[in-house]
C-alpha cells in the first residue's frame, strides 16, 4: 500500500496519506498493514469488481478503521483540522 | 487467625474511596478491600493496564438467557471509576419522588433538597466543570466553570431548551481542533478518582489490601462479626470488623450478600440501567465552522421531566461534539465505486450537515431484572452472580420514540431529519440491587435493616432509575454515609 495508491483512492494530499499512513503502520504492526493493505488494494482495484459487495466491504474495512480510528483522524478526512506546517508540528497537542 | 479492624470498606471506586476520606478526615481507621491491583499510578496507564489478570480479579458474572449485555465495570484501585467517562449531571429532582409525583415506582427515603449539600461537597471532591442551570435547584457553586459551547451546542441549543452546560469532571480545555500527531485529546478523567487515593494513601489511618476479594461477611446475630476474606494466591484470612461498607457496584454488593446468605429484604432485585440510543440527523445546510472542546459539553431536558413519566421513559439528550464518524460510510462508498476527490467532498459535506445526538433514556424498574447466584464458580471457588436483565423495555422506547418525534420537530427550522440510529453503549451503570427505603434493603442511612454494623452504598442503593448519569449522586451519597458515620462515632 503506498501514500500515492491512498491519495488517489480516498482523495488525501501527500503529507495527509504519508502521515496517516504511518500512523497505521504504527498501530497495525508491519504484517498487519501489509495484510490490510494488500486486501484494500485488491478489493479498490479492477478486480474488485469482481467481488460480491459485502466481501468488498469487508476487504476495505480493516485497512479504513485503521486509517481513521478516532475523532482525530475523522476531523482531518472531513477536512475539518488540517496538518500543521512544519516545524508546528506540536503546537496544540497538550 | 483473625484481624480486628474499626472499619472495613469493601471497594476502592468512587464510593469506596469518598466513604473512607471521610471517615479517615475524622480520625477514624479505615481498611479498604480491593479485588483489583493497587497502582496508584493507573491515569498514567492505558485503560487496557489498568487491571492485572489474576484469580481476584477474573469477571465473576455470567448471564442468564436472554440477558447478554456487556456489563463494564473494573478491579484496580479506583474500581470502575477507572473506566468513568466523568460525565457528572445530578439526578433531577422528580427522580427521587417518582411515586408521589406520578404513582410510579417508589419514592426514595431522601430527597434532592436532603442530597444538595453532599452534591456540592462531590462536585468539589471530583473537580467538576458546570454552570448553573434551573433544573438544578442550588447549582450555582460548581468548582470549575462550565467548558465554552461547542459550535453544535450553539446552533442546536437554542432550540432544544432547557439546554445548558453538561457537568463533566476537570476543566476541558478546548483542544480542538486536535493535533494530528497525538493520539486523540483525552481527558484523563481517571486522574480526578486517584487523586483522592493517592492522598488517601498517605493519610494516617488509612490502609488498602489490593488483590483481595471480600469473599463473604459472617453473621451473629444482628451483626457482622466477620469478613472472610481470599487473596488472589487462594490464601484466606478473616477480619473482625467494628462496621462494614459494602461499596462496590450494584452486581458486586447484591453477589457478595447473596454469597453470605443474607438475604432479607429485595436482595439482588431490580436492576438498572439506562438505555442509549444515538441518532444522526441530517440538516439541510452545513452547521458552520466547527469547534468543540474535548468531550461533550451541551445537554437537553426538553424531554426529561413531565407528567408523561407515567408511560414512557425520561430522556436527556447530549450533542456529540467529535461529530459524525465517517469511516463506514467511506467504506460503503468505496464498495459502491466512489473514489478519490469526489468521495472526500461527499463526506465533507456529510459531517459538515449531519449533527449526532446521544440520548439517554430513564428505563422501568422491572421484576425481571436482578441478580442471583449461578451453579458456576469463579477460580477461586467463589459462586459467579448470575445476571438477568432482559432488552429494553417499552417504557423507555416509548421515550425514546418521543424524542425522536420531538428532535425533527423543533430541529425543522434547519431542515432536520433523522437519517440513522443505533444503540449507544449499554452496561455502565449497575443500580438498584439493594435498594434504599423502608420495603428495601437499606435505610435512609443506607444501613442494613437488620444488620447494626453494615452499610450498603453506591449504585445498588438507588431507589429508582434516571435518564441521567448517577457518578456525581453516588458521590454525595457516599458523602453522606461518611459524614455520617463520622458523626455516629463523634
Known amino acids: 500500500m503506498s501514500a500515492r495508491r491512498l491519495e488517489e483512492t480516498l482523495g488525501l494530499s501527500d503529507p495527509e496519506a504519508h502521515r496517516l499512513l504511518v500512523k497505521a503502520r504504527k498501530r497495525l504492526g508491519r504484517r498487519g498493514f501489509a495484510v490490510r493493505g494488500l486486501a484494500f488494494t485488491l478489493a479498490t482495484g479492477p478486480l474488485g469488481r469482481l467481488l460480491p459487495r459485502g466481501l468488498r466491504q469487508a476487504a476495505i474495512r480493516p485497512l479504513v478503521y485503521a486509517l481513521i480510528p478516532g475523532p482525530t483522524e475523522n476531523l482531518l478526512y472531513a477536512r475539518v483540522t488540517k496538518l500543521p506546517a512544519t516545524g508546528e508540528e506540536t503546537a496544540g497537542s497538550r | 487467625m483473625s484481624e480486628a479492624i474499626e472499619n472495613v470498606v469493601i471497594g476502592s471506586g468512587i464510593s469506596g474511596l469518598l466513604v473512607a476520606r471521610e471517615l479517615v478526615a475524622a480520625g477514624r481507621e479505615v481498611t479498604v478491600i480491593e479485588r483489583g491491583p493497587v497502582r496508584l499510578d493507573a491515569d498514567t496507564v492505558p485503560h487496557s493496564q489498568r487491571e492485572a489478570r489474576t484469580a481476584a480479579t477474573a469477571h465473576n458474572t455470567e448471564p442468564a438467557p436472554g440477558s447478554e449485555r456487556p456489563w463494564k465495570y473494573g478491579y484496580a484501585f479506583g474500581g470502575s471509576s477507572l473506566l468513568w467517562a466523568g460525565v457528572a449531571p445530578r439526578l433531577l429532582p422528580s427522580d427521587f419522588e417518582m411515586r408521589s409525583r406520578y404513582g410510579i415506582w417508589r419514592d426514595w427515603p431522601i430527597g434532592y433538597d436532603d442530597l444538595l449539600p453532599f452534591y456540592q461537597a462531590a462536585e468539589q471532591a471530583l473537580d467538576i466543570s458546570g454552570g448553573p442551570h434551573e433544573v438544578f435547584p442550588g447549582s450555582d457553586d460548581y468548582p470549575l466553570p462550565p467548558p465554552p459551547p461547542s459550535s453544535v451546542d450553539r446552533l442546536l441549543g437554542p432550540l432544544l431548551e432547557p439546554f445548558g452546560p453538561l457537568p463533566i469532571a476537570r476543566r476541558l480545555e ?104 444515538v441518532l444522526d440527523v441530517e440538516l439541510a445546510e452545513s452547521m458552520g465552522p466547527w469547534s468543540a472542546a474535548t468531550r461533550d459539553t451541551g445537554i437537553s431536558y426538553a424531554w426529561a421531566e413531565g407528567d408523561w413519566r407515567v408511560e414512557r421513559g425520561s430522556a436527556v439528550v447530549v450533542p456529540f461534539n467529535p461529530g459524525l ?104 451503570h449497575m443500580l438498584g440491587t439493594c435498594f434504599m427505603g423502608p420495603d428495601g434493603v437499606v435505610d435512609e442511612n443506607l444501613r442494613h435493616h437488620r444488620l447494626e454494623n453494615l452499610y450498603l452504598t453506591g449504585g445498588s442503593a438507588f431507589a429508582t432509575n434516571s435518564a441521567l448519569h448517577p457518578t456525581t449522586t453516588i458521590a454525595a451519597l457516599a458523602i453522606r454515609l461518611g459524614r455520617h458515620l463520622a458523626s455516629a462515632d463523634a
Open chain 2, 325 to 428: 464518524l465517517l469511516r463506514d460510510r467511506i467504506v460503503a462508498a468505496l464498495a459502491g465505486g466512489r473514489r478519490g476527490t469526489d468521495l472526500r467532498a461527499e463526506m465533507a459535506d456529510r459531517f459538515a450537515r449531519t449533527a449526532v445526538v446521544y440520548v439517554s433514556v430513564e428505563d422501568a424498574l422491572r421484576e425481571d431484572r436482578f441478580v442471583e447466584l449461578s451453579s458456576h464458580r469463579d477460580p477461586l471457588g467463589l459462586p459467579l452472580t448470575k445476571v438477568s436483565y432482559p432488552p429494553d423495555s417499552d417504557y423507555a422506547m416509548r421515550g425514546v420514540a418521543e424524542v425522536r418525534r420531538g428532535l425533527e420537530e423543533r430541529l425543522a427550522p434547519l431542515g432536520a431529519k433523522i437519517v440513522g440510529d443505533r444503540i449507544g453503549g449499554h452496561g455502565g
Open chain 2, 174 to 277: 478546548p483542544e480542538y481542533p486536535p493535533s494530528i500527531e497525538t493520539e486523540g485529546p483525552e481527558v484523563e478523567t481517571a486522574s480526578n478518582i486517584l487523586a483522592i487515593g493517592r492522598e488517601l494513601a498517605a493519610a494516617d489511618g488509612f490502609s488498602v489490601r489490593g488483590e483481595t476479594v471480600a469473599a463473604r461477611l459472617r453473621r451473629a446475630g444482628g451483626r457482622i462479626a466477620e469478613v472472610e476474606c481470599v487473596a488472589a494466591d487462594g490464601s484466606r484470612s478473616r477480619i473482625v470488623p467494628q462496621r462494614v461498607v459494602a461499596a462496590a457496584h450494584g452486581i458486586e454488593n447484591a453477589g457478595l450478600l447473596l454469597r453470605s446468605d443474607l438475604r432479607e429484604g429485595p436482595v439482588g432485585r431490580w436492576l438498572g440501567d439506562h438505555t442509549h440510543v
